[in-house]
């Protein structure tokens, strides 16, 4: 290996655009060496290797302006293998990239998003450069990836919600949204099987606007790709309906070059551009070695490496002059100009189209348009009742007609999960190329839970407000999409149907048990089961206030008795996570009755079998933990007295976590093993989700609060 270029170098003549080019990039390269070597920790030979095809991307073609990195119109550049975090951020450095916060507003009066400091200290607490990149803590992240898939599945969502944007607002003459969708990904994303059923739908779709490009340096953590990964990538994209093509060399900015213009040129279908490249390139004993993927390369060798860039070998974090100067030159510039006119077009299209400019001003802010919530239905009482999905249907649709961006659909299950928007004009989001149009609000993502989860999580950094559905025991499938949209605070919705044991005869591997308990852990997320049809449109309202969190809406298939909310409180109380349904004439209970969904109806029974015999009951609906959790404490304690310890909870569900709520002496009903398949009404008796047993534990506990009374007397 012998060095192209001499260390005098580390400074070029501001005329020579060949000699900035490299200079660029191997500012790149050497920040991303130091900045691990700093850590003693991290991912350098990525970087090192994928610098070129990053810089060329960014300084010819990112149409992006680095003063307002939430431009709502920008391309989106996603760094799926986020292993190689320090690539992202030196040109977040050095592309001058502002700081603004997730409300689109600038802060810090013009800070950078990533400062020389925050480099420094890569991977430390409180640098703005983590291990790995995370969304609405460094600008210029445009989702948080480190997972592997989870950004090239995002990406998907990102780029159909470009399509549908377009298609929505766009009039002759007026282009407000027309971005690209940029992703760099690795071997690690092309196994794991989240990217391979976004690839998969993302061909279907024929998104154009949507480019992969794919470092192949055939190196994984436990070495060569060559034991585990032998497919042909190529031939599957190209079964996928992608359009394919290659770099040999990744250092070869004019065939870069060439494959980026390819994809832009490319209207029927997405491109995967297949990248051919050296991990830890110009390292001499760790190019091309496991070790450079996940470890410092040593002094020494930083040192070899930067003598063959013609870098000062003893030079630490080094911008050598010009190099600023050079980004601002071309990617400044062009973005800047790019971004004015859009302002200047936006101002003309919100005069040309009032009512369509004033839902483009609504996106970005998650605001809602005025009498979003006019048509919500009220639900009479009824002791029959309905199914929790078939109220959420109708709330859905009379929200939908009125919020054009509250969009989804299911994992090829809307018959069950009754997610389809039926209001005339709601249509199917399919290509032009299907005879469909990307205007559709209805997705169908085909039995791909995990891809599903990370698009909807994709559309949601977009500003729309989508949702997605399936089985609440499938949720299973899809638990890191699930995790990122906590993690990344966006307000994804996640609709779980048949939530519990009580949908019978499809038996224990479609019966949930421990999934509330698991989604309920995850810190973030808000999780919420209704007790019946009009909690269900309760928390339809709930959701689309939230702004900055993820929500899991757990619905039932069979359906639940309304209640008379004449002689309960009213279903309002949703928003505080948990209330008082029904209390006790004196308001002074003997014991509490705790319930979620729908097992609330069975403590209402109970509670009147047990004034019958002259017990006290107070029904206390919990539909969200989480809600009922940020409540003050003067609130939780006026729900749930401490001086009361007799209580009874009931979920169709694993019992863990309920303690919490009934104390260490309280009775819990619950599930304790997984389900039985049978019809509902036997499964029901089976494991005792019956009024009597929960009047059976309401005694139990009656009686020993009162033993223990009478020992704290004598």
């Known amino acids: 290996m012998t060095s192209s270029h001499t260390a005098a170098e580390s400074t070029a003549d501001p005329t020579d655009s060949a000699g900035?080019?490299?200079?660029?990039?191997?500012?790149?390269?050497?920040?991303?060496?130091?900045?691990?070597?700093a850590a003693k920790s991290g991912h350098p030979g990525t970087p090192m290797a994928l610098a070129p095809a990053a810089y060329t991307l960014w300084q010819y073609f990112l149409r992006y302006d680095p003063e307002d990195p939430r431009w709502p119109d920008r391309d989106r550049f996603v760094l799926s293998n986020g292993h190689a975090s320090m690539l992202l951020y030196s040109l977040l450095h050095l592309t001058g990239v502002k700081a603004a916060n997730q409300s689109y507003e600038q802060v810090g009066q013009g800070r950078l998003a990533v400062t020389l400091d925050d480099i420094r200290n890569f991977r430390q607490a409180g640098s703005r450069c983590p291990g790995h990149p995370e969304y609405g803590w460094t600008s210029g992240v445009e989702a948080t990836t480190g997972p592997l898939g989870q950004g090239v599945a995002m990406s998907v969502g990102m780029a159909a919600a470009g399509r549908w944007l377009g298609a929505t607002y766009n009039r002759p003459g007026f282009e407000l949204f027309d971005y690209n969708v940029w992703v760099m990904c690795g071997d690690g994303d092309m196994m794991e099987g989240v990217g391979s059923e976004a690839a998969s739908l993302a061909g279907h779709l024929r998104l154009s606007n949507l480019c992969w490009?794919?470092?192949?340096?055939?190196?994984?953590?436990?070495?060569?790709t060559d034991v585990t990964f032998t497919e042909d990538v190529a031939a599957r994209f190209q079964a996928y309906d992608w359009n394919v093509?290659?770099?040999?060399?990744?250092?070869?900015?004019d065939m870069l070059a060439h494959a980026y213009e390819t994809f832009l040129a490319t209207e029927d279908r997405p491109t995967l551009i297949i990248v051919d490249s050296h991990i830890g390139y110009g390292a001499p004993h760790r190019q091309d070695t496991k070790e450079a993927h996940g470890e410092p390369l040593g002094a020494d060798e930083a040192k070899l490496a930067k003598d063959f860039y013609g870098w000062d070998p003893d030079a630490q974090f080094l911008i050598p002059n010009g190099v600023r100067e050079h980004f601002q030159a071309h990617l400044g510039r062009r973005g800047a100009g790019e971004h004015e006119k859009w302002n200047d077009l936006v101002q003309s299209y919100q005069k040309a189209f009032p009512d369509a400019g004033l839902q483009v001003g609504c996106l970005p802010q998650h605001t809602l348009p005025a009498e979003w919530d006019k048509d919500l239905p009220v639900f009479p009482?009824?002791?029959?009742?309905?199914?929790g999905r078939d109220a959420s249907a109708k709330a859905q649709n009379a929200i939908a007609r009125r919020v054009p961006w509250l969009l989804g659909g299911s994992a090829d299950l809307w018959p069950s999960t009754k997610t389809l928007l039926t209001f005339e004009g709601a249509a199917d989001f399919e290509p032009p190329a299907y005879g469909g149009s990307y205007a559709g609000r209805n997705f169908h993502f085909g039995v791909r839970e995990h891809a599903m989860c990370a698009f909807v999580n994709g559309m949601a950094l977009s500003g729309l407000r989508p949702y997605g559905s399936s089985f609440l025991v499938f949720s299973d499938y899809c638990r890191g999409s699930l995790r990122i949209s906590a993690l990344m605070e966006v307000p994804s919705i996640f609709i779980w149907t048949h939530d519990s044991i009580n949908l019978g005869e499809d038996g224990p591997t479609h019966q949930p048990i421990e999934h509330l308990a698991s989604l309920r852990a995850m810190p973030g997320m808000i999780v919420l089961r209704p007790a019946d049809a009009n909690e269900v449109v309760e928390s339809w309202r709930v959701i689309m206030g939230i702004k900055d969190r993820p929500v899991c809406l757990v619905l039932s298939r069979q359906a639940l008795p309304t209640f008379d909310r004449s002689t309960t409180a009213p279903a309002n109380g949703v928003a505080r996570g948990g209330y008082i349904l029904a209390d006790a004439p004196s308001g002074k209970p003997d014991v509490l009755l705790l319930a979620t969904g729908s097992e609330v109806h069975l403590c209402l029974a109970a509670r009147e079998q047990l004034a019958a015999e002259g017990i006290a009951a107070r029904v206390v609906s919990l539909p969200s933990w989480e809600l009922f959790d940020e409540q003050p404490e003067e609130y939780r304690d006026s729900v749930l007295p401490p001086d009361i310890e007799a209580r009874v909870s009931i979920e169709a569900a694993s019992t863990f976590g309920w303690a919490k709520f009934t104390g260490p002496k309280g009775a819990i009903l619950g599930m304790r093993s997984f389900g039985l398949s049978a019809p509902m009404k036997v499964v029901a008796e089976h494991f005792g989700f019956e009024p009597e047993h929960v009047v059976a534990a309401a005694r139990q506990q009656v009686a020993a609060a009162h033993t223990r009374e009478r020992r704290v007397v004598e």
């Open 245 to 253: 093509t290659r770099v040999a060399d990744a250092n070869d900015g």
């Open 213 to 224: 490009i794919y470092d192949n340096n055939r190196i994984s953590i436990e070495g060569s």
């Open 20 to 37: 900035l080019d490299r200079l660029c990039i191997n500012t790149i390269r050497t920040l991303s060496i130091d900045a691990v070597q």
């Open 381 to 387: 009482a009824d002791p029959k009742g309905v199914a």
